[in-house]
């Protein structure tokens, strides 16, 4: 069964951290393109950060380079779960976040929404000033 469930959103002042979740199947996991995505109301959803499982390979937004770091749980009995540290967070970080996996064995990782097929329910990140 493909599935995605993102966790640990909440409400935060600026400057402050959040470490988001994202537990994937086994199929969407194992060597694929994991990426973190988010939209704003009124916004277009935008790719934010991204993981290869297999290579380790990661890619950001230039929003977010030095402030995020995208990783995975590369633990003996890991649960199929990648990352997003969150720090120095700014009130316009405040979205709806998601993650996505595209199909294993498909093309380079990108941070365009359409090139990914399996999506998460979402974790909601405000950032107050």
């Known amino acids: 069964q493909v599935q995605l469930v993102e966790s640990g959103g909440g409400s935060v002042q600026a400057g402050g951290s959040l470490r988001l979740s994202c537990a994937a199947s086994a199929y969407t996991y194992s060597s694929n393109c994991i990426t973190w995505f988010r939209q704003a109301p009124g916004k277009e959803r935008e790719g934010v950060a991204g993981?290869?499982?297999?290579?380790?390979?990661?890619?950001?937004?230039d929003s977010v380079k030095g402030r995020f770091t995208i990783s995975q749980d590369n633990a003996k009995n890991a649960k199929n779960t990648v990352y997003l540290q969150t720090n120095s967070l700014k009130p316009e970080d405040t979205a709806m976040y998601y993650c996505?996996?595209?199909?294993?064995?498909?093309?380079?990782?990108?941070?365009?929404?359409?090139?990914?097929?399996?999506w998460g329910q979402g974790t909601q990140v405000t950032v107050s000033s």
């Open positions: 993981i290869h499982t297999g290579t380790g390979s990661t890619y950001y937004a």
């Open positions: 996505a996996a595209a199909d294993p064995g498909g093309p380079p990782c990108t941070l365009v929404p359409g090139h990914y097929t399996y």
